[in-house]
């Protein structure tokens, strides 16, 4: 992929991630998103890949589908999970031949319980860093890698996260992209991690992941699976939006969800943020609406 990088007009680029489909309709919807994103123009779209390897298979289809059939610049998603040396490598070779070359790798969460005891593959890497050696030397790849603006929660503290993705830039990455956060000063922190451990890797976009809040049961159970957190103010915020009855108040969410989002991203523009990452459950339309708030601050594919 292309270095990302802010205009001199200070419009930055916008990217999404989409989930492989788990059946027909499902399919059929994320069609639909992907339609309208690409009359949208964004700079890339990910495709991620289900715990332990679970959708690989689709995984693959579809991102091969997006880079054949689109104009958009799809980067699939790699996890080092579950996988011999060999496999991870056959999967480069099918991405490599359906035209894809921006991969983003990912050590992976355990199949099951994204929690749980993570396992090495007893022929396969233990690290995200090796993986992006490895992927860097089957050919001519673009590799990104994750990056967590609260910490990764298996880290047992922020310094040695941030080593372990300096490291991963090191090997080879050209750039990050966030786990999704609700601070934006987390973000702003880990960049300054980043910029004092090592000024030469601070260079490579930290790209910030967005996920407009569009119901508060199913923020939670994201957040629940990724170890990121609600500030507090904003979870009471979220919370008197849903009320007090059995069945959550999903319009007046969605509007706080939709305003959060817009604040996060213009405050991450003016901080000079290279693009903003929107997690988008393969909709478009909370997304679309957070682009149109930010008018003419974000800018078409650079």
Same mark, same amino acid.
């Given at each position: 992929?292309?270095?990302?990088?802010?205009? %001199?007009?200070?419009?930055?680029?916008?990217?999404?991630?989409?989930?492989?489909?788990?059946?027909?309709?499902?399919?059929?919807? $994320?069609?639909? %998103? +992907?339609?309208?994103?690409?009359? $949208?123009? *964004? %700079?890339?779209?990910?495709?991620?890949?289900?715990?332990?390897?679970?959708? #690989?298979?689709?995984?693959?289809?579809?991102?091969?589908?997006?880079?054949?059939?689109?104009?958009?610049?799809? +980067?699939?998603?790699?996890?080092?999970?579950?996988?011999?040396?060999?496999?991870?490598?056959?999967?480069? =070779?099918?991405?490599?031949?359906?035209?894809?070359?921006?991969?983003?790798? $990912?050590?992976?969460? &355990?199949? =099951?319980? &994204?929690? =749980?005891?993570?396992?090495?593959?007893?022929?396969?890497?233990?690290?995200?860093?090796?993986?992006?050696?490895?992927?860097?030397?089957?050919?001519?790849?673009?590799?990104?890698?994750?990056?967590?603006?609260?910490?990764?929660?298996?880290?047992?503290? !922020?310094?040695?996260?941030?080593?372990?993705? +300096?490291?991963?830039?090191?090997?080879?990455?050209?750039?990050?992209?966030?786990?999704?956060?609700?601070?934006?000063?987390?973000?702003?922190?880990?960049?300054?991690?980043?910029?004092?451990?090592? *000024?030469?890797?601070?260079?490579? /976009?930290?790209? /910030?992941?967005?996920? *407009?809040?569009?119901?508060?049961?199913?923020?939670?159970?994201? !957040?629940?699976?990724?170890?990121?957190?609600? &500030? #507090?103010?904003?979870?009471?915020? $979220?919370?008197?939006?849903?009320?007090?009855? &059995?069945?959550?108040?999903?319009?007046?969410?969605?509007?706080?969800?939709?305003?959060?989002?817009?604040?996060?991203?213009?405050?991450?523009?003016?901080?000079?943020?290279?693009? !903003?990452?929107?997690?988008?459950?393969?909709?478009?339309?909370?997304?679309?609406?957070?682009?149109?708030?930010?008018?003419?601050?974000?800018?078409?594919? +650079?």
């Amino acid at each position: 992929m292309n270095r990302i990088r802010s205009s %001199a007009s200070g419009r930055i680029p916008f990217s999404v991630e989409f989930s492989p489909p788990r059946d027909a309709a499902a399919e059929a919807r $994320l069609w639909r %998103a +992907v339609r309208e994103f690409e009359r $949208l123009n *964004p %700079a890339f779209v990910s495709m991620t890949y289900g715990a332990g390897g679970s959708t #690989r298979d689709r995984t693959v289809r579809v991102t091969g589908q997006i880079a054949e059939e689109t104009t958009l610049l799809p +980067v699939a998603h790699l996890t080092a999970v579950g996988h011999s040396i060999d496999e991870l490598r056959a999967m480069c =070779g099918a991405y490599a031949d359906r035209g894809i070359s921006n991969i983003l790798a $990912l050590r992976g969460d &355990p199949p =099951g319980d &994204p929690l =749980g005891e993570w396992v090495k593959h007893p022929e396969g890497v233990e690290y995200a860093e090796e993986l992006v050696r490895l992927v860097r030397d089957m050919g001519d790849f673009h590799v990104g890698v994750a990056s967590f603006p609260e910490g990764h929660y298996r880290a047992p503290d !922020l310094e040695h996260d941030t080593r372990y993705l +300096v490291q991963k830039l090191r090997a080879g990455a050209e750039y990050s992209i966030t786990q999704m956060f609700f601070d934006v000063e987390d973000y702003l922190r880990l960049r300054d991690r980043v910029a004092a451990h090592d *000024p030469e890797q601070a260079e490579k /976009p930290i790209i /910030p992941e967005i996920m *407009p809040i569009t119901s508060l049961r199913s923020a939670r159970r994201s !957040l629940e699976l990724s170890g990121s957190h609600l &500030p #507090r103010a904003l979870e009471e915020r $979220l919370r008197r939006a849903a009320g007090d009855g &059995p069945e959550e108040d999903r319009a007046a969410v969605r509007e706080v969800g939709i305003e959060v989002a817009t604040e996060m991203a213009e405050r991450l523009i003016s901080e000079g943020a290279p693009c !903003l990452h929107f997690i988008t459950l393969n909709f478009a339309r909370a997304t679309s609406e957070v682009l149109a708030n930010l008018g003419t601050s974000i800018s078409a594919r +650079v």
